[in-house]
């Protein structure tokens, strides 16, 4: 899976998944702001892992997160889905730069042993559709963990949009 489903067909911004080498290791691929490349005359980003264990996976992603410069921590799990992970880092910078939020903690793939919801904190799945090599396009699943004061601002915002899920 390669494509990303972009703002129109001329947009391609979001369109190739980064190529982005990941260890087979649980760990936080940590994305920092973009810096201007006046060569190439577009914004580069810079991004770092750092191996973490299993444990402390979110728990580390959140201290990460809120360091200074840094845009976006996609949550790895090694030894998983890989291209998971790179969705994740492209749908974390995407949402970074619409919502000019920084900070923003996101997996690719499964949350299953991780303690995600611990101090209140609320998991948003977001679907994005993919280009499979099979020429057809397949939705996935991004999921963001959001502090309980990013979620309580994130659903009242969907409440005045008229977004809110209706029972």
Known sequence: MSLLE???PDD???RWLPE???PDVDGL???AEPAWDGQARRPRIEADFW???AGVLVEAAFGAAGRPGVMAVVVHRGSRDLVASRLAMVVGLRLAVRSARRGLVLCGG???GLD???QGRRLVAHEVLVWDSGDVWVSRRVWEVMAADRYEQWKSRRQVLGLERRS
Do not use: I, N, W
């Open 6 to 8: 972009g703002d129109g």
């Open 12 to 14: 391609v911004r979001y």
């Open 20 to 22: 982005v080498v990941l």
């Open 29 to 31: 691929l940590v994305c």
């Open 51 to 53: 191996t973490v264990a």
């Open 110 to 112: 499964s949350l299953d």
């Open 116 to 118: 995600a919801t611990f």
